[in-house]
């Protein structure tokens, strides 16, 4: 069994009853959120472990960016309009200020790098016991047999109907994030369109669209993912993943979860 990272409050967290159910990205700090999660991880918590291991994840992004933000961001000049190269730029140095607020207490003070050494241990750590706990979608810490490409795609076709039999808004956004949906007919995108079609706050600011302002000077003035993506993609693109996302919504609410992925012997069929 994975050990937790040895940095939660000594008090247990309220009854589940008491504790309002709440996305990470609503959080002004997150340290209280991390604190409570740690103990509902160490339960034996599956979700609780995924959530904490966003919070580290998020957090390790802040403290680089923190020692890597004064070199020239790395713009697509003219690919993405408004984008900016500038370092002093006030909408990079106000979304570097958010994330620095909301992971005030979760990076550990003191040298940079042993805070970063310190932060990606426990990273990894509760990355592997959600993994243990059972949470799809997670990539095995050992990766040897990916060079065998049975492996991987065996892998990732399991963990698609994993995700899939999950039916959560997170679950869903699983598929658009993770090589899982490679198993699936249907794009990236339209994943992600289902995902927000069924309850995820795709319109609230993340650290995802914070880290590509802050690192590359782009998406700055997008209010959240789901702008986010629409302007990376073209209208014909947006249109195709919208057309995707009501035949993924129409096959979940009918329980047809063999049509939503492509045969085992890994013929073509769709998007993906």
Known sequence: ???????????????????????????????????ALHQRAAAGDADAANRLADIYGECEGVQWMEQEFARPAQTMAGVWPGSSAE????????????????????????????????MLRALKTLQALARELGYPGILPTDASGWQRPEVRDEWARSEA?????????????????SIAGNTTHYSAEAWLLAACDLGY????PVAYTRGWCVQYGMGCDTSGRLEFTRQL???????????????????LRNGRIDALMRPADGAPGGGG
């Open 87 to 118: 370092s002093r730029d006030p909408r990079r140095l106000a979304e570097l200020a958010i994330g620095q607020q909301r992971c005030r207490g979760v990076i550990p003070a003191g040298d940079p790098n042993a805070a970063r050494v310190e």
């Open 233 to 251: 993609s073209t209208p014909r693109q947006w249109r195709h993943a919208q057309a995707q996302r009501d035949e993924i919504l129409a096959h």
């Open 201 to 204: 706050p795709c319109n609230m």
């Open 1 to 35: 069994m994975h050990r937790l990272p040895p940095d939660s409050a000594a008090s247990a967290p309220p009854p589940s009853s008491e504790w309002p159910i709440c996305w990470p990205q609503s959080a002004d700090n997150l340290l209280a959120l991390r604190d």
């Open 161 to 177: 109907l994993a995700l899939l039999a999950d039916g959560t808004p997170e679950a869903l956004l699983g598929l658009s994030d």
